[in-house]
C-alpha cells in the first residue's frame, strides 16, 4: 500500500496512475466535507472537482511537509471559503443560497443537521473537520491557523453545545429521543 | 478529551484510563460525548459514483504532456551529454555503492518502514472489496468446500458485516481486516489485509462477536483507546463472552493477505480459549507445531489463540513447508 504522499510524489514524478489513486481515495470524503457544508449537492460536486484541478495545477510546487490528507482539506477550506463569500455577494445584490434539500431525508439527519447550525461557525468547523474529517488536533490547527489549544477547547464547548441541543430536541420530540438511543441501522452487526 | 480523541500518548492514555475507571463524573462525560459523535454520524452524505471527470483527465493529460515536454527540450539536460569515458566509469561507482547501501539500509530499516506505513485509517472504501462475489468467493476459500460450500457467508460493507448468503451448517465465513490485529501492530490500518476464515459453530457465536463488534467501532471512527476500553466494557458487562469450549476457525485459504510481513503464509487452524498459559499446549518449543498467536496476546480480549499449520490449502494443494 503506497502512502499518499509517495502517490504524490510519484504524480510530480510524471505517473497518471499515481493521480488515478489520490483521486479514487479521496474523491467520496471531499464530497462529504462538501457536502455536508453547501447542502447543494451539485456544487459538492463542482468543487471535488476544482479541488483536483488545484492539485493538478500545484503539482510541481507540493513539498512533502505535510500530509496529503492535510493539504487536500487545506484545499478545500479555501474554496470552500471562496464559495461562501460569492454567495454572501449575491445574497446582497438580492440572490438567496439555495435552500437545503430535506425532501426524503431521515428526521435524526436533519435533528443533526439542525443542531450543527447552532453552533458558532467557528467551533463547528473544528467540530466537523474533527468528526467527519477525522482530522487532528495539530492538522486542524494548522489549516484553521490557531493554536492547537483552541482546537481543544472549542472542540470541547462545540461537543458541550451540541449535546445539550440534542438533548433538548429529543425531550421535545419523543420519536426522536426513542430514535436516539438506538444504535444505527446496520450497525448491529449480526441479527 | 484528547483520551477520547485518541489524541493522547499511550502512556498518558492509559493514565487518562486509569482516571476514568474511577471518576463517575468523567464516565458520563465520555459517555455523553461518545453519544454525541455517534449521533453525528446519522448525517451521511452519499456520494455519487463517478469516474475522472472529463475536465480532469484534460488538465490532468496536459500538464503530464508539459512536463514531457519540458524534459525533452531542456537544455539542462540537451547539454549533459557524457561523452567521457572516466565520467561513466565514476557514475557507475557511485551507482554500485549507492545501491548497495540501499539494500543494506532497506532490509535494516524494513521494519521501521512498516510501523510508520499506516500511521491512520485509511478510508473506508480501501477496505471494502468492489466486487461482492470475489469477497464471498475468498470467504469461501478459508475452509474445505464441504465445510464452507453450506456455511453462512459475511461480507464487509459501509456500515458493517453484513450476511450475503445464509448458510446450514453452523460455519460463518468471513474476510477479516487489518483493525483484527494486535492494537499495537504496525499494520493495524493496513487497507490491503484480508484474512479469510471460516468460525466453526462454538467460534461464530462465541468469536465472531468480536469481529463484529471491532469492526462496528472502527467503521463509527473511534479511536484506538476508545475501542479497548469498550471492549473491556463489553466483556464486564457480558455482551461480549469468552470462548466456547471448542471454538475455532478454519484459514487454509492461499488468496489471503495476513500482513506485509506474512503476506500470504500457510494454511492453519486456529483454537480459542479463555486466558490459559502456552506451556499447557506447548506452544512455541522447539519442534512444536503449536504457536502462540498474537492476535489477542496483552490486548483487551481475555482470550489465547493457539496456531496449528497445516499440510494443505482448502482446494486440496499442497502448502509450501514452513
Given at each position: 500500500m503506497t502512502s499518499d504522499e509517495a502517490l504524490m510524489m510519484e504524480f510530480q514524478g510524471g505517473s497518471r496512475a499515481a493521480f488515478e489513486e489520490l483521486f479514487a481515495r479521496y474523491r467520496k470524503p471531499l464530497y462529504g466535507f462538501f457536502g455536508r457544508r453547501l447542502n447543494n449537492p451539485e456544487r459538492a460536486e463542482d468543487l471535488v472537482q476544482e479541488t483536483f484541478l488545484a492539485v493538478i495545477r500545484a503539482a510541481s510546487r507540493?513539498?512533502?511537509?505535510?500530509l496529503v490528507r492535510t493539504y487536500l482539506y487545506g484545499i478545500a477550506l479555501k474554496l470552500l471559503a471562496a464559495e461562501r463569500r460569492k454567495f454572501l455577494t449575491s445574497s446582497k445584490s438580492g440572490q438567496s443560497a439555495p435552500e437545503p434539500k430535506t425532501d426524503g431525508t431521515p428526521e435524526r439527519m436533519l435533528w443533526v443537521r439542525q443542531a450543527l447550525e447552532k453552533l458558532d461557525a467557528p467551533e463547528r468547523e473544528i467540530l466537523m473537520l474533527r468528526e467527519y474529517e477525522q482530522l487532528s488536533y495539530s492538522d486542524i490547527a494548522e489549516l484553521l491557523r490557531i493554536p492547537v489549544n483552541t482546537v481543544r477547547s472549542r472542540l470541547f464547548r462545540s461537543r458541550l453545545a451540541l449535546k445539550s441541543y440534542l438533548e433538548s430536541e429529543a425531550k421535545s420530540n419523543p420519536a426522536l429521543r426513542a430514535s436516539a438511543g438506538q444504535p444505527h441501522p446496520g450497525r448491529r452487526g449480526m441479527q | 478529551m484528547a483520551y477520547l480523541d485518541g489524541e493522547l500518548p499511550t502512556d498518558q492514555a492509559t493514565e487518562a484510563l486509569s482516571h476514568l475507571e474511577l471518576c463517575p463524573e468523567c464516565q458520563t462525560l465520555v459517555a455523553d460525548f461518545r453519544g454525541v459523535s455517534q449521533e453525528l454520524m446519522a448525517w451521511e452524505v452519499e456520494s455519487p459514483e463517478v469516474g475522472i471527470p472529463l475536465e480532469i483527465n484534460t488538465a490532468l493529460g496536459e500538464r503530464l504532456q508539459k512536463r514531457e515536454a519540458a524534459k525533452i527540450s531542456s537544455p539542462r539536460l540537451e547539454n549533459r551529454v557524457m561523452t567521457s569515458r572516466w565520467v561513466w566509469a565514476g557514475a557507475l561507482a557511485i551507482v554500485c555503492v549507492a545501491v548497495g547501501l540501499t539494500l543494506t539500509l532497506t532490509s535494516r530499516n524494513r521494519n521501521e518502514d512498516r510501523s510508520t506505513a499506516y500511521p491512520s485509517m485509511a478510508s473506508i472504501e480501501q477496505y471494502l472489496m468492489p466486487d461482492r462475489n470475489a469477497e464471498i468467493a475468498m470467504a469461501r476459500s478459508a475452509a474445505p468446500e464441504a465445510i464452507s460450500a453450506d456455511a453462512k457467508i459475511l461480507v464487509l460493507g459501509w456500515r458493517g458485516y453484513e450476511t450475503a448468503i445464509e448458510g446450514k451448517n453452523g460455519f460463518v465465513c468471513m474476510v477479516e481486516r487489518s483493525w483484527m490485529s494486535p492494537f499495537n501492530s504496525a499494520e493495524f490500518w493496513n487497507p490491503r489485509v484480508r484474512v479469510p476464515l471460516c468460525f466453526n459453530p462454538g467460534a461464530a457465536r462465541s468469536v465472531l462477536p468480536l469481529t463484529i463488534k471491532r469492526t462496528e467501532m472502527v467503521l463509527a471512527g473511534l479511536s484506538k483507546a476508545q475501542m479497548i476500553d469498550s471492549i473491556k466494557a463489553g466483556f464486564d458487562n457480558r455482551e461480549l463472552q469468552i470462548p466456547e469450549p471448542g471454538a475455532m476457525c478454519y484459514m487454509m485459504s492461499r488468496a489471503g493477505y495476513l500482513n506485509d510481513a506474512l503476506g500470504h503464509y500457510v494454511p492453519h487452524l486456529m483454537f480459542y480459549f479463555p486466558l490459559i498459559d502456552k506451556s499447557s499446549w506447548g506452544a512455541d518449543l522447539p519442534d512444536s507445531p503449536v504457536t502462540l498467536n498474537p492476535q489477542f496476546r496483552d490486548g483487551p480480549e481475555p482470550i489465547t489463540e493457539f496456531v496449528i499449520p497445516v499440510g494443505k490449502w482448502s482446494d486440496g494443494t499442497a502448502a509450501p513447508a514452513m
Open positions: 507540493y513539498e512533502p511537509r505535510a | -
